[in-house]
């Protein structure tokens, strides 16, 4: 079974540039997150999809950052414009409800994010 | 969710078996106990969770207290790819992990 797929692995861009990222989830799976992970630190929750809604965004600041899950399987993280404090690592999991109502999360390779 | 509580680091001999112990005393009733690693430039790998009762599966062993104020993740029998940083996290049903600082596991040869 395939895994999370995340493109591109690595970008490097100049402030104030644009930028997205993009995120195949497991197939099946229809909870979808993003989470954006600084150097040393914990990977924290940017925003949570179930099937194409957009259910927890408050970690997400909205003034430069969006997303979307249109169909509700592929999703597309953005960025614009992009300030040397977003670099960072951004990674994208998606989870299935399992019996008992537990959720387990399956996390991609994640995209590393340079803002020069 | 509960707060967790691990030590900044330890080591482990290859071979032998890494336990490392996680604090989580404000744990509510219906939380699970999660364990996720992240190998360096890798995404965090899920390993085990559980509720109440001990937990085994192909990774490693999860050993709640009674109280279910701490655990134990267990690898039988680590080797050098095991290391990594391991998080305990404590929460309903993953729908929002909140990851701290984690256990730097270095396995040593």
């Known amino acids: 079974e395939a895994g999370v797929v995340q493109s591109p692995r690595y970008k490097i861009i100049e402030k104030k540039q644009p930028v997205a990222f993009w995120c195949n989830p497991i197939?099946?799976?229809?909870?979808l997150y993003w989470y954006r992970q600084n150097l040393g630190q914990g990977p924290e929750l940017l925003i949570r999809y179930e099937n194409e809604e957009a259910v927890d965004d408050s970690q997400l600041p909205k003034d430069r950052f969006s997303a979307e899950r249109l169909k509700g399987v592929d999703s597309t993280l953005k960025i614009q414009p992009a300030e040397l404090g977003d670099s960072a690592v951004y990674l994208c999991?998606?989870?299935?409800?399992?019996?008992?109502?537990?959720?387990?999360?399956?996390f991609g390779p994640g995209t590393r994010l340079l803002v020069l | 969710d509960a707060k967790t509580t691990q030590p900044t680091s330890m080591d482990c001999a290859e071979g032998r078996a890494a336990n490392l112990p996680c604090n989580h005393s404000?744990?509510?009733?219906?939380?699970?106990v999660y364990w996720y690693r992240q190998i360096h430039s890798q995404g965090p790998q899920y390993i085990i969770h559980?509720?109440?009762n001990n937990e085994t599966n192909e990774m490693a062993s999860l050993i709640i207290t009674e109280d279910r104020k701490s655990s134990t993740l267990i690898l039988p029998h680590a080797t050098l790819r095991d290391t990594a940083v391991y998080y305990c996290?404590?929460?309903?049903?993953?729908?929002?992990?909140?990851f701290g600082q984690g256990t730097r596991l270095t396995i040593n040869p």
């Open positions: 996290i404590a929460d309903q049903g993953a729908q929002k992990l909140v």
């Open positions: 999991a998606s989870s299935l409800m399992t019996s008992g109502g537990v959720r387990t999360q399956y």
């Open positions: 197939s099946g799976h229809n909870t």
């Open positions: 559980g509720l109440k």
């Open positions: 404000t744990i509510s009733g219906n939380e699970y």
